[in-house]
């Protein structure tokens, strides 16, 4: 098992990802928030402990977020292995990491624990099953503050009782285009979804890359809650697979193979550009016009992130960057 | 020696081709706009005998328009054979026309005759040397309608005397992007001289592509006519080179490649968009940036006009022909 987004490619289709996250914490200690330097250090030793605990179940490095350079932080954002928050705000915090970086347990974050697992595709049971294993781990070494009532107790009380969030990325290009997004985003939010950008809340939908996940965690079973998010989800891939059935093939041939064209020639590309042409390529290849095997739109897309590209490349100006960026891409293709 | 178009893309440069025309007419004989039936027949045989006689010194094919399809006689116009007013009126006239098309004399266009030779490049006295020796030649078996004081007769006034146009197309894709052109053809005009599209009078620029032309017939020399035309034209094709060393290279490189991109890669192509393009490869083999012997940008421009495209690819609709002409392009590069 290789991270998600090198997976994907070889599967292809609407859904890019499936996530699950749990909030937990430990019963009798304050939150993150309320937390001093001695009570974090206590957090961290003991989730270190319980982690590896329970390496034979799962490989996890712990790693302090004080060794790793503040661009690596933000390039970890753009891979998805923490959350924007954790990125902002992780100073003397720490994470457990699996190599694949797959999984991820984001340790002071809102919540004292955070297990995250991303899975290629639609795996959203898949995902589920390594989350439950880790908490059902960690349970047993850390004795989660659960009420019997309410369920996992979090800080923010619309993450009480699961303190799940599972979602999925869906690449919506042809729904986007006929301005559907804002109608199926209204329908979500009646039956407690949300539609969001690629990064999660607040986060700009990157050409047509959607998240949508549940919010709804007290009242319903984790079962329940990732059964009704597969079910819509499943609805608007419908939806997006019939409306991609409705376009011209010759117009839907030049719009994917002019993007081609640019990825393979531009010397100067734009952050925003460029996913704009990736959106357009994996249309393509899911829409069998572009048959070249080689072709891996979304490990491009991860991979050509700002601080991905930073990382690989030196690139000190938005120009630099954006050179640096197309230099990258033609590689690639 | 092959047509000039395709002769030019070896040599490369900002001019393109050069041009050389004689308006002549017949002593004792009307304007063609005057003529009926039998005087335009008589005329014809006239003009035949006289180029068969000289068929030691040139070959010509002896055509008669007639004979000619619709599409084909458009298409001879897009290859600079013919001029558009010919096109238009030609209606049992002829040509006599040599193989590889670079000399054409039309027959019963505004004048009895219109010699014109087309060359390659930066070649006006080569063309008319060859213009100068079929107008001798011609000369001694028909007799030109000639005064002392005036020079030749011709119908328009505005060609008395030489009877000359000389015009040298230029690519000048960076003083057109800098707004100079109307500048250049305001100069040009003080001196007699007069800038055009690319399909001569009345006809749009077509992507940077400008002819410049004498119009001055009248007490001045066929040969001074032509030296002051080459003066001028080499001060622009300085403008254009210095305009050209000013450009950043980054973004330079970016745009030509973008557009060899949308080339090779497009489906659907308006002529509009694709000379455009072919402007900017054409910059981008001039100047370096392009490096693959095999990409002829003036062949191409030519080869993909409507008419010329027509003739080669079944396509009815603008749609099928925007269509053709992206699968030609991508067949030849």
Same mark, same amino acid.
């Given at each position: 098992m290789s991270c998600w987004y090198k997976d994907y490619d070889a599967l292809g289709g609407i859904v890019i990802s499936s996530r699950i996250r749990l909030a937990r914490n430990l019963s009798n200690m304050p939150f993150p928030r309320r937390m001093d330097a001695q009570m974090l250090r206590t957090l961290k030793e003991r989730v270190k402990v319980a982690v590896d605990k329970m390496q034979d179940k799962v490989m996890l490095k712990f790693i302090e977020?004080?060794?790793?350079p503040e661009n690596e932080i933000k390039a970890m954002v753009e891979r998805h292995v923490i959350s924007p928050d954790f990125a902002n705000s992780c100073r003397d915090r720490a994470i457990a990491l699996s190599n694949d970086e797959n999984i991820s347990i984001m340790i002071? /974050? /809102?919540?004292?624990i955070r297990i995250q697992v991303i899975s290629a595709g639609n795996s959203l049971d898949k995902a589920y099953e390594i989350a439950d294993m880790i908490d059902v781990a960690l349970n047993e070494s850390l004795g989660f503050a659960f009420? !019997?009532?309410?369920?996992y107790l979090t800080e923010?009380?619309?993450?009480? &009782?699961?303190g799940l969030r599972a979602s999925l990325m869906l690449h919506l290009p042809v729904c986007e285009s006929r301005g559907e997004i804002n109608m199926i985003s209204d329908a979500a939010s009646k039956i407690g979804l949300t539609v969001r950008g690629m990064? &999660? /809340?607040? !986060?700009k939908a990157s050409a047509s890359f959607y998240q949508i996940s549940n919010q709804i965690t007290l009242g319903i079973s984790e079962k329940n809650a990732i059964e009704n998010l597969k079910v819509i989800a499943q609805q608007i891939v419908e939806r997006e697979k019939s409306a991609r059935a409705d376009i011209d093939k010759l117009n839907l041939m030049d719009t994917v193979f002019r993007s081609l064209g640019a990825l393979k020639y531009a010397r100067i590309m734009s952050s925003d550009e460029f996913t704009k042409h990736i959106s357009m390529i994996k249309l393509g290849v899911d829409e069998g016009?572009? /048959? +070249?095997? +080689?072709?891996k739109p979304v490990e491009l897309l991860i991979s050509a992130q700002p601080y991905m590209l930073m990382k690989n490349h030196i690139a000190i100006t938005p120009l630099e960057r954006d050179e640096a960026r197309a230099t990258m891409i033609r590689g690639l293709l």
């Open positions: 977020m004080n060794d790793i002071g /974050e /809102e919540d004292h009420d !019997s009532k309410l369920g923010c009380p619309t993450n009480i &009782g699961t990064y &999660g /809340e607040g !986060s016009i572009i /048959e +070249n095997n +080689n072709i």
